[in-house]
């Protein structure tokens, strides 16, 4: 309080202290892993409608086998969060037969390699009837789970299932990566009145992301089929989705020391994909790289470079649009084969720099 020619001491706020607690503050956002927003979007939806309920092995007394339905069994009992034997096929079928009766189940797999003991549920049963039956029946169904590569588990528990559901008519296929992504998204897949195969990454269930009070609404919904640009950029477009598009910051981080500005896309939705939000990157910067966990051969990657080649960005690329992916073998087990086997950040960078010229 500083004394004023008049001798008047009159109290002033420092701009020193005020731009400190701003600072403060900023650091203090709210923090919330993948796995809480997972686990609150769940909770919410069920409290809100009571057609929802929960399926799948160990959702209930177990609280999951990653926890996401953590307290869940207990607040809503044994009609809404289901134990389910250990027969995909069985259990997927159950849940498919209570969409087409006006329920809105969630399926969950304890990883989507199993998906394939239940794949004729998911394909003929649940992403062709709503066509078959010309409109009249809708399949409101969520199946969800852990996708992609996990860590030391071998190659029947290591696969990406992106492109493989991202290739059938009748489903909708969403890939979250943060847990903005995993809380707006689930509410929408929901709610939403077609099948949705939500694939999550289980090496990001404990990975915490700032949320602001907006996201962590009960009204917060990620629209399907639409894109985000997490950095803008100038010199070229990285597209990626669930895990990678973490790889693809920390590269345009290390390459923006370096002069390179790269804009960072996050798919979200593999089905259907937002190709307009691409192609308008594409357009600004000339460049396209891009990233999936995946195997190479007919992949998301491909499928983006095919698309771009046949719509009007293709005439803006001054090279030609490179893939990172996984590697095309089965998962090896041992540590340092499988991280030879998953894009890192430094192949990311030597993609962008072989693209750039530099």
């Known amino acids: 309080e500083p004394t004023e020619p008049d ?4 109290p002033r706020i420092c701009l ?3 731009l400190i607690l701003r600072e403060k503050h900023t650091r203090c956002a709210p923090q919330v892993t993948v796995r809480d927003a997972l ?6 939806e069920l409290e809100r409608d009571e057609r929802v309920f929960l399926l799948g092995e160990e959702v209930a007394q177990y609280d999951g086998a990653y926890k996401i339905s953590r307290g869940l069994w207990k607040k809503y009992g044994d009609k809404r969060i289901i134990d389910t034997p250990i027969s995909e096929m069985g259990f997927t079928g159950i849940a498919v037969g209570a969409a087409m009766a006006g329920l809105r189940p969630i399926c969950e797999f304890m990883t989507f390699n199993f998906s394939m003991q239940a794949i004729d549920q998911v394909i003929n049963s649940a992403a062709k009837t709503y066509y078959m039956s010309s409109g009249m029946v809708s399949v409101p169904v969520v ?17 990406c299932f992106a492109a493989w559901y991202g290739h059938c008519p009748g489903l909708k296929v969403v890939s979250p990566w943060s847990s903005e992504d995993a ?3 689930l509410k929408s897949a929901i709610r939403d009145d077609n099948p949705v195969v939500m694939l999550e990454h289980e090496l990001m269930y404990g990975v915490p992301f700032e949320m602001s009070e907006e996201t962590q609404s009960k ?5 399907i089929g639409k894109a985000k640009i997490e950095r803008p950029g100038t010199h070229i ?11 693809c910051l920390e590269a345009a981080a ?3 020391k370096e002069g390179v500005e790269c804009e960072v896309i996050n798919l979200r939705t593999i089905r259907p994909m937002d190709v307009e939000t691409i192609e308008a990157s594409i357009m600004k910067t000339n460049n396209l790289v891009t990233v999936e966990g995946g195997w190479p051969q007919f992949g998301v990657g491909a499928e983006i470079c095919a698309r771009i080649m046949e719509g009007p960005a293709f005439n803006y690329l001054d090279a030609p649009a490179v893939r990172v992916t996984g590697a095309d073998v089965p998962m090896p087990y041992a540590k340092i084969l499988e991280e030879n086997c998953i894009p890192q950040v430094k192949d990311i960078i030597f993609a962008v720099k072989k693209t750039l010229n530099i």
């Not at 001798?7 to 009159?10: D, K, M, P």
């Not at 686990?39 to 919410?44: G, P, S, V």
């Open 143 to 159: 199946f969800r789970g852990p996708n992609g590569t996990s860590a030391g588990v071998g190659a029947q528990h290591s696969q």
């Open 16 to 18: 020193i202290a005020c």
């Open 183 to 185: 809380r707006g998204l």
């Open 254 to 256: 290390v390459l923006a």
């Open 219 to 223: 009204d917060f919904l990620v629209p």
């Open 237 to 247: 477009t990285l597209v990626s989705h669930s895990r990678p598009v973490g790889h």
């Open 7 to 10: 001798g008047v001491r009159r």
């Open 39 to 44: 686990n609150q979007a769940l909770d919410e």
